[in-house]
């Protein structure tokens, strides 16, 4: 059921409802009313079109810099020419 279907099945439903006040406001300030209540109501019992949700991306790994002391320690195992 889409919105504008939705609407028109409350508007029927309150106009069904509301038939008594008819006497005490104008057909055309009913109506009007009416359809803003319509709309405020649909509002909440519309379903929303389904979001599509993006995937994260893996951020690339981060290579830690060396320190200066394993610097050091991989200088000394390094074997020498």
Do not use: C, N
């Not at 009913?30 to 893996?58: F, M, T």
Request: hydrophobic share 40%; proline share 6%; no cysteine.
């Amino acid at each position: 059921m889409d919105k504008k279907q939705l609407r028109a099945e409350i508007e029927t439903k309150i106009t069904g409802a509301l038939a008594d006040y008819t006497k005490d406001l104008s057909d055309k300030k009913l109506k009007k009313h009416i359809k803003k209540a319509a709309k405020i109501v649909s509002d909440g019992l519309a379903e929303p079109a389904a979001k599509k949700v993006a995937k994260p991306k893996k951020a690339a790994p981060v290579k830690k810099a060396a320190t200066p002391a394993k610097k050091a320690a991989a200088k000394k195992a390094a074997p020498k020419k």
